[in-house]
């Protein structure tokens, strides 16, 4: 009896795998659907900030319809899409695909800001805020691709309406570089490499002459000087710190400066997707 019943419920499960196989998979609703229906629906999902949802809507409607003003405008809606949802590999993929094959595209200065935004939201980073991290701790790899995609398109497009926002950005990040330079600095100076210390602090104020972090670095310079017994250069670089900077923090520290100047985009955010080519 239990070997007949054990056979039975072998065959019923047989019999279902069998069913499950031969059983039509759903159908993809939107094959079929107008590039005006494959675009709309695809702009409520991103309007909803379901932008992973939105990509295989665009991408569909690439593929369905490869020529004219949709095609094109999917193709920026894709890229944007990827850098909302925090997939910085994939939308500048898509970035530089679409400057790719549309070089001359009236929209196409909007791109190359993205290529910055993208690089520069991962130079940020959300934790910087969240933890009070100053992001110039971090490598500052990100930094000068960010620098370099902005000084792209204010090379390429001056006249750009994205032109005086990556200007601003641009000064921004030159600051996260010479700050970068100040905090490799004091990462010698603190394990006695005061002669690698004074080094890196010597680029920061050569590189980055007009940057906030230039008064600590010159404060490193003044300190590696006279840990090395250089007398004469520590009094002469003393001289010009106080000169640029007689109420400075570093010589006064109950002095109350302003907010540091890398929670500066704190208050920014990225520009909205790019205007619709399509009317």
Not at 103 to 125: E, I, S, T
Request: glycine share 4%; charged share 25%; aromatic share 14%.
């Amino acid at each position: 009896m239990q070997k007949k019943l054990s056979v039975l419920v072998a065959t019923c499960a047989l019999v279902g795998l069998s069913a499950c196989s031969v059983l039509p998979k759903p159908a993809d609703e939107s094959k079929n659907w107008s590039a005006e229906k494959l675009y709309a629906e695809a702009r409520d999902e991103m309007a909803g900030g379901h932008y992973e949802a939105a990509i295989p809507l665009f991408q569909r409607l690439e593929t369905n319809f490869p020529f004219g003003v949709y095609a094109t405008q999917a193709q920026m809606e894709i890229a944007y899409a990827h850098y909302k949802a925090g997939d910085q590999a994939e939308a500048l993929a898509a970035v530089e695909r679409f400057i790719k094959l549309h070089p001359n595209h009236a929209q196409v200065d909007y791109m190359y800001y993205l290529r910055g935004l993208v690089n520069f939201n991962d130079q940020l980073g959300f934790f910087s805020f969240v933890y009070e991290q100053d992001p110039t701790e971090r490598d500052p790899r990100a930094t000068r691709e960010a620098f370099a995609a902005f000084k792209a398109l204010v090379d390429k497009f001056p006249n750009s309406k994205y032109a005086q926002d990556s200007i601003e950005r641009m000064s921004y990040l030159i600051n996260a570089m010479a700050q970068y330079e100040v905090h490799v600095a004091n990462y010698y100076y603190r394990r006695g490499a005061y002669l690698a210390a004074l080094n890196r602090a010597q680029d920061a104020v050569t590189n980055y002459s007009d940057a906030p972090a230039r008064e600590e670095a010159l404060f490193i310079m003044m300190r590696s000087y006279d840990k090395l017994g250089m007398p004469l250069l520590r009094d002469d670089t003393q001289r010009v710190f106080l000169l640029n900077y007689p109420n400075s923090y570093f010589i006064n520290p109950n002095a109350r400066g302003e907010a540091p100047w890398w929670k500066f985009w704190a208050k920014s955010g990225p520009k909205p997707s790019p205007k619709d080519a399509v009317e």
